[in-house]
């Protein structure tokens, strides 16, 4: 799924403009966004669950050299799908 996506979607169910569904599809992203930043966390009711996990420093191989290479620590977004979208799908 694409911003494009999202917009497409708001323009045809809102009967907007191109440009007013593109602000408000980033306007969307940039709520979600900031939602996670501060709570660490985002649930869509009936889609699923959105959360932030963090991960710890490890080793890793450079693919192309097989050196070892450091990797730090640092944070990723996990999804869990609810059980309705798992029966919609």
Not at 40 to 58: M, N
């Amino acid at each position: 799924m694409s911003k494009a996506f999202i917009a497409a979607a708001i323009q045809n169910s809102a009967e907007i403009t191109a440009v007013a569904a593109n602000r408000a599809a980033a306007d969307l992203i940039e709520a979600i966004v900031k939602e996670l930043k501060k709570s660490g966390g985002f649930t869509l009711p009936s889609f699923g669950t959105f959360t932030v996990k963090k991960t710890k420093a490890r080793k890793g191989v450079n693919p192309r050299t097989g050196d070892p290479v450091k990797i730090k620590a640092g944070k990723t977004v996990r999804f869990k799908a609810s059980p309705t979208l798992k029966a919609l799908v």
